[in-house]
């Protein structure tokens, strides 16, 4: 098994189970209300989606009720939560957990956490793949030097995550003033924390063959 590929994998569909069960939690405070549209927001009034640092949580759903979105949305997200801790290493675990973030998105669960989800099973597809004779830009010495960062490119994504979430808390103006920085940062960190986890896997992979 590719190790740091599965933490990689299991860190993002975590944070991809908790991250649409916020939306849904929000989606049952509604109450048993009307939707009204495919696309709708997850936190509604008094929140405006303009000055608010996380837009009110926007989310799509083909169901038409605020209550009863959110608890399908919470029911999958603890279905992803335990699929990514139990069974995501499996032969088609990863395919069953691409299909569960699929539905995460129909039923209410916003746009980032399914996205994250996917990539998840992405990553996850490659766990038992055999990785020593792959050719390609992570098989030279860039890829040893990738190899050799890992695990703090993981670190530093779940931290970057609690810290980004905790100044949207407590200073969301703050957030809202930084703009796209914060994506652009959060995405930096989540790149490097795959590529080093291949790189490490491949890199003990071909040291043992």
Same mark, same amino acid.
């Given at each position: 098994?590719?190790?740091?590929?599965?933490?990689?994998?299991?860190?993002?569909?975590?944070?991809?189970?908790?991250?649409?069960?916020?939306?849904?939690?929000?989606?049952?405070?509604?109450?048993?209300? +009307?939707?009204?549209?495919?696309?709708?927001?997850?936190?509604? /009034? +008094?929140?405006?989606?303009?000055?608010?640092?996380?837009?009110?949580?926007?989310?799509?759903?083909?169901?038409?009720?605020?209550?009863?979105?959110?608890?399908?949305?919470?029911?999958?997200?603890?279905?992803?939560?335990?699929?990514?801790? !139990?069974?995501?290493?499996?032969?088609? $675990?990863?395919?069953? %957990?691409?299909?569960?973030?699929?539905?995460?998105?129909?039923?209410?669960?916003?746009?980032?956490? +399914?996205?994250?989800?996917?990539? /998840?099973? /992405?990553?996850?597809?490659?766990?038992?793949?055999?990785?020593?004779?792959?050719?390609?830009?992570?098989?030279?010495?860039?890829?040893?030097?990738?190899?050799?960062?890992?695990?703090?490119? %993981?670190?530093?994504?779940?931290?970057?995550?609690?810290?980004?979430?905790?100044? $949207?808390?407590? !200073?969301?103006?703050?957030?809202?003033?930084?703009?796209?920085? +914060?994506?652009?940062?959060?995405?930096?960190?989540?790149?490097?924390?795959?590529?080093?986890?291949?790189?490490?896997?491949?890199?003990? /992979?071909?040291? !043992?063959?």
């Amino acid at each position: 098994m590719n190790r740091a590929i599965r933490t990689v994998s299991t860190v993002l569909g975590l944070y991809a189970g908790l991250l649409g069960m916020a939306h849904g939690v929000f989606e049952v405070r509604q109450g048993s209300l +009307p939707t009204g549209s495919i696309l709708i927001a997850a936190i509604g /009034a +008094p929140c405006q989606m303009e000055s608010a640092w996380h837009a009110c949580f926007p989310a799509m759903t083909l169901v038409p009720n605020f209550l009863l979105a959110g608890i399908l949305t919470l029911i999958i997200g603890v279905a992803i939560l335990v699929w990514v801790a !139990a069974f995501l290493q499996h032969e088609r $675990g990863w395919l069953v %957990l691409i299909l569960l973030s699929i539905g995460f998105m129909l039923i209410g669960a916003g746009f980032t956490p +399914p996205t994250l989800g996917v990539l /998840a099973g /992405a990553v996850g597809s490659q766990i038992n793949r055999p990785l020593a004779e792959r050719k390609g830009l992570l098989s030279d010495k860039f890829g040893l030097f990738l190899s050799e960062l890992w695990p703090w490119p %993981l670190v530093v994504y779940v931290g970057w995550l609690i810290f980004q979430t905790s100044l $949207g808390i407590f !200073a969301g103006e703050v957030m809202l003033k930084l703009g796209m920085m +914060p994506l652009l940062i959060t995405n930096t960190f989540l790149l490097l924390m795959i590529l080093t986890g291949f790189s490490v896997d491949r890199h003990l /992979a071909q040291s !043992a063959s």
